[in-house]
Nanobody
């Protein structure tokens, strides 16, 4: 079925920007809602942004700073993160929204924001 592979994480200063990429297997339809999740130490994994055909959603703390997008021609999903804050520090993952068809979690990509 193919794996989800995240990349683009790095160490960045507060106020900086990063763009994360997610390689989406061809077996996941362009019509399938997908999202970016993050998990910081001691916390549960949380959904921060999702995209479906014609619609997007953002968790309140990232709204206005993060932008999710998907390039179906390249089988890639992105998360543009601007004005990063130390509280954004986490491992970021991509996956399908619907738990019934969710794929195995990838390794994620580490984002560290220094103050």
């Amino acid at each position: 079925q193919g794996q989800l592979v995240e990349s683009g994480g790095s160490l960045v200063q507060s106020g900086g920007s990063l763009r994360l990429s997610c390689a989406v297997p061809r077996s996941i339809s362009r019509f399938t809602a997908m999202g970016w999740y993050r998990q910081s130490p001691g916390k549960e994994r949380e959904l921060v942004a999702q995209t479906s055909v014609g619609d997007t959603w953002y968790e309140a703390s990232v709204k206005g700073r993060f932008t999710i997008s998907r390039d179906n021609a390249k089988n890639t999903m992105y998360l543009q993160m601007n004005d990063l804050k130390p509280e954004d520090t986490a491992v970021y993952y991509c996956n399908v929204i619907d738990q019934r068809i969710r794929r195995a979690w990838g390794q994620g990509t580490q984002v560290t924001v220094s103050s």
